[in-house]
C-alpha cells in the first residue's frame, strides 16, 4: 500500500523508466487518421527512432478495426474525429476483440469527449498540436511507456434496460433524476 501521493508516483515513474529502459525491441504502430499530412508528419517523426516501426495506416475507425486485425500493432495511434467510423466507436470494438494500447492524438478539447475515450480504453490523449518536431522525443516516450502496459479485454458493460430490467425506484425519483440529467 502507498503511503502518500509522492510514493505513488515514485513507483509510478520507476515503472515507466523501466519500461523504457527495457524496451529494445521494435514497436509496431498503426496510425489512424483521417488527414493525410497528419499521418505523414506522425511517420517522419518516427522514422528516426530506430525502434518504433510504422506498420500501418487507416482513415477512419472502420479501417482501424480491419487493420489492427491483420497487423497485430502493439499500439494504436489515432484521432477521433473521422468518416465512416469515428475514434471513439472504433476504440470500443478493438478494445473489445483486440485489446491494445492506444494513443489518441485530436484537435478535440472537450473534456466530455477525452473522458469518453478514456473510458472506452484509450491510455491517453495528446493535442495534435503536441506533435511537433521540437517535441517527438516526447512523443517517442510515450508510445515507448504505453506500448509496454499490458491492456485486457473490455467487456461491453449494458444498461438495465438494454437488458430488459425495469426500474424498480419509484416513479417520482426516476423522474427528479430525469430533470436532474437535463
Not at 26 to 50: C, N, Q, S, W
Not at 72 to 83: F, N, V
Amino acid at each position: 500500500a502507498f503511503v502518500d501521493c509522492k510514493s505513488f508516483l515514485t513507483f509510478m515513474l520507476n515503472i515507466q523508466r523501466e519500461s523504457m529502459e527495457l524496451s529494445t525491441e521494435t514497436i509496431r504502430v498503426l496510425i489512424v487518421d483521417d488527414h493525410p499530412m497528419v499521418i505523414a508528419g506522425i511517420k517522419t517523426f518516427l522514422a528516426e527512432y530506430p525502434h518504433v516501426q510504422v506498420v500501418g495506416e487507416a482513415v477512419n475507425g472502420k479501417e482501424a478495426i480491419e487493420r489492427t486485425k491483420a497487423l497485430q500493432p502493439d499500439i494504436i495511434l489515432m484521432d477521433i474525429s473521422m468518416p465512416v467510423m469515428d475514434g471513439l466507436e472504433a476504440i470500443d470494438h478493438i478494445m473489445e476483440r483486440f485489446p491494445l494500447p492506444i494513443l489518441v492524438i485530436t484537435d478535440i478539447k472537450d473534456a466530455k469527449i477525452a473522458f469518453q475515450a478514456l473510458s472506452r480504453g484509450a491510455l491517453e490523449l495528446i493535442s495534435k498540436g503536441e506533435v511537433q518536431p521540437e517535441k517527438a522525443e516526447h512523443l517517442i516516450r510515450k508510445i515507448k511507456v504505453l506500448a509496454n502496459i499490458k491492456v485486457f479485454r473490455r467487456i461491453r458493460t449494458q444498461t438495465s434496460a438494454e437488458l430488459g430490467i425495469k426500474d424498480s425506484r419509484a416513479p417520482e425519483r426516476r423522474e427528479t433524476l430525469r430533470n436532474k440529467n437535463k
